[in-house]
Antibody, heavy 115, light 112 residues
Framework: QIQLVQSGPELKKPGESVKISCKAS????????MYWVKQAPGQGLQYMGW????????TYADDFKGRFVFFLETSASTAYLQINNLKNEDMATYFC????????WGQGVMVTVSS | DVVLTQTPSILSATIGQSVSISCRSS???????????LYWFLQRPGQSPQRLIY???NLGSGVPNRFSGSGSGTDFTLKISGVEAEDLGVYYC?????????FGGGTKLELK
């Protein structure tokens, strides 16, 4: 069956970097784009952007240009989100979601930023 | 960016009651390809979102048929015909017609 399994929770200090993984299984990884969504504590969903899993080209929503990086390890059917120079406002749960239609979601990764 | 306004923000219902959630867009969501890229999701407490409806009115895989979606242009509705306990959580609409994608603010469905 189709699954997106994300890495575990992270505790980081401001200024550090974090790398979150999203491992896909049950389908051909390169046939569907991978999307990223942020959910701050107690808040709604915010679209971050997506990565073309065939070409590796990322596209970022305006609020996520600069410190956020999407990349792939295609041989491992895995997409990554890296956040550099962490800020307090990056504290959130980050979801990956498959395809244009967001038909499957990962379980989410909670990132805590605290000094 | 396209703004999606969901109403109500909180919806109290009894088991078996039929309810509707509105999602209004600041721009038409009809794409030049003829599709309308409006989706509905349910996020149960402590879980990741689950897609319920795609392209306005198409039921997602495994989604019970008590859920239905309708609308066009800028006005869209999700209806639940007979709320069940497992339907409680926060509902979000999302548009993918215009970049960037945007979500509505959410509607929390709770038991009365």
């Amino acid at each position: 069956q189709i699954q997106l399994v994300q890495s575990g929770p992270e505790l980081k200090k401001p200024g550090e970097s974090v790398k979150i993984s999203c491992k896909a299984s049950g389908y051909t990884f390169t046939n569907y784009g991978m999307y990223w969504v942020k959910q701050a504590p107690g808040q709604g969903l915010q679209y971050m952007g997506w990565i073309n899993t065939e070409t590796g080209k990322p596209t970022y929503a305006d609020d996520f240009k600069g410190r956020f990086v999407f990349f792939l390890e295609t041989s491992a059917s895995t997409a990554y989100l890296q956040i550099n120079n962490l800020k307090n406002e990056d504290m959130a749960t980050y979801f990956c979601a498959r395809s244009w239609g967001f038909d499957y979601w990962g379980q989410g990764v909670m990132v805590t930023v605290s000094s | 960016d396209v703004v999606l306004t969901q109403t109500p923000s909180i919806l109290s219902a009894t088991i078996g009651q039929s309810v509707s959630i509105s999602c209004r867009s600041s721009q038409s969501l009809l794409d030049s390809d003829g599709n309308t890229y409006l989706y509905w999701f349910l996020q149960r407490p402590g879980q990741s979102p689950q897609r319920l409806i795609y392209l306005v009115s198409n039921l997602g895989s495994g989604v019970p048929n008590r859920f239905s979606g309708s609308g066009s242009g800028t006005d869209f509705t999700l209806k639940i015909s007979g709320v069940e306990a497992e339907d409680l959580g926060v509902y979000y609409c999302m548009q993918a017609t215009h970049a960037p994608r945007t979500f509505g603010g959410g509607t929390k469905l709770e038991l009365k």
